[in-house]
Every structure is written in structure tokens, then in C-alpha cells.
């Protein structure tokens, strides 16, 4: 990631200004995300951002995509508060947009679904509609709850935690 990152001075110097928002906002809060900060903004930096300017033909420092709000955007898939899959979906309609991350996943209802009770109800529905994957992972299939998980990913439409749910399919079954 380094060697890509300084490649192009522009993506170097907007990464700079991302971390430098990052840090700003580790001195600000008392309660630190699990994931490292700098190496989670390099990650989609590296991956999403660059594929989406490299398909728009356009530089780092050419999007509308200004680096207070990448670095809002990482923290919130550090807070796990969205996924990664909806960060790809948001930052997609940043570059479109220029809008702020926080008010895109407002408008769009893409925040996390972290609430045990609205979790459970989900995975009691995906786990009578699935009886056979059930039973693979009751007979020792793990493969079995990767595919439930999925399914309750996919009936949250990608807003479930993927770990809290696998933990509650794991209880209920």
C-alpha cells in the first residue's frame, strides 16, 4: 500500500491530509475504534478510491471527495457503524455527489443495524427459511453459517454486523 500510495504525489499528499483528520480526531475522543486508523484509510484509499478515480480518469486531488470527509467515512466503518460493503456504496456516491458521508447514509438508511432485538428477529426468519443450511452446520458444516450469514446480510441489505450475527445464529441454532 505504501508503494502505491507514493507513487502519485497527489494521492500521497491527499492520504497526508486524511490522516492528519484522523489523528485530529483520535486526540478529540476518548473511545478508540478497534481497527488502526491509518491503516484502515490506506486500505480504501488503495482499493476503492483509487479504482473509482482511475475509472472517472481523474487525480486525487481532481474528486469531490475532500479529505474531512474520506476520513469521516473510515471512521465510521472503524466504529463499525456501516460496513465496508456500504462504504464502497457511499463513497461511490461521494465522488458523485460531493456530499457529506454522514447525510448520504442518513438519506439512504445504510447505518448498521447493531440492536441484539432487530438482529435476533432477522436471523429467526433467515434461519426457519433455511432449514437444510441449518442442519449442514448443525452436522458440522461451518461453510453452513457463512451462507446463513450471508443471508441475513442480505435481508438486512448489507446493514447487519456481520459478527453480532454470527454470534446469534450460532445461539439460536
Same mark, same amino acid.
Given at each position: 500500500?505504501?508503494?502505491?500510495?507514493?507513487?502519485?504525489?497527489?494521492?500521497?499528499?491527499?492520504?497526508?491530509?486524511?490522516?492528519?483528520?484522523?489523528?485530529?480526531?483520535?486526540?478529540?475522543?476518548?473511545?478508540?475504534?478497534?481497527?488502526?486508523?491509518?491503516?484502515?484509510?490506506?486500505?480504501?484509499?488503495?482499493?476503492?478510491?483509487?479504482?473509482?478515480?482511475?475509472?472517472? %480518469? @481523474?487525480?486525487?486531488?481532481?474528486?469531490?471527495?475532500?479529505?474531512?470527509?474520506?476520513?469521516? *467515512? &473510515?471512521?465510521? /466503518?472503524?466504529? +463499525?457503524?456501516?460496513?465496508?460493503?456500504?462504504?464502497?456504496?457511499?463513497?461511490?456516491?461521494?465522488?458523485?455527489?460531493?456530499?457529506?458521508?454522514?447525510?448520504?447514509?442518513?438519506?439512504?438508511?445504510?447505518?448498521?443495524?447493531?440492536?441484539?432485538?432487530?438482529?435476533?428477529?432477522?436471523?429467526?426468519?433467515?434461519?426457519?427459511?433455511?432449514? %437444510? @443450511?441449518?442442519?449442514?452446520?448443525?452436522?458440522?458444516?461451518?461453510?453452513?453459517?457463512?451462507? *446463513? &450469514?450471508?443471508? /441475513?446480510?442480505? +435481508?438486512?441489505?448489507?446493514?447487519?454486523?456481520?459478527?453480532?450475527?454470527?454470534?446469534?445464529?450460532?445461539?439460536?441454532?
Amino acid at each position: 500500500m505504501a508503494e502505491i500510495l507514493v507513487r502519485d504525489k497527489s494521492l500521497a499528499d491527499y492520504f497526508e491530509a486524511v490522516v492528519s483528520e484522523l489523528k485530529q480526531h483520535d486526540r478529540e475522543t476518548k473511545e478508540k475504534p478497534r481497527k488502526p486508523l491509518p491503516a484502515l484509510a490506506a486500505a480504501h484509499l488503495t482499493g476503492e478510491f483509487l479504482r473509482i478515480l482511475a475509472a472517472s %480518469s @481523474a487525480g486525487a486531488g481532481d474528486t469531490r471527495v475532500n479529505p474531512e470527509n474520506f476520513a469521516e *467515512l &473510515v471512521l465510521y /466503518v472503524a466504529e +463499525e457503524k456501516i460496513s465496508n460493503l456500504v462504504a464502497k456504496e457511499i463513497l461511490e456516491e461521494m465522488f458523485q455527489t460531493g456530499d457529506d458521508p454522514s447525510d448520504i447514509i442518513e438519506r439512504k438508511g445504510l447505518w448498521q443495524l447493531s440492536d441484539m432485538g432487530d438482529l435476533e428477529n432477522i436471523v429467526r426468519h433467515v434461519v426457519e427459511e433455511n432449514p %437444510s @443450511a441449518v442442519e449442514d452446520y448443525k452436522n458440522g458444516k461451518e461453510a453452513a453459517l457463512q451462507f *446463513l &450469514v450471508g443471508q /441475513v446480510m442480505k +435481508e438486512s441489505r448489507g446493514k447487519a454486523n456481520p459478527k453480532k450475527v454470527g454470534g446469534i445464529l450460532k445461539k439460536i441454532i
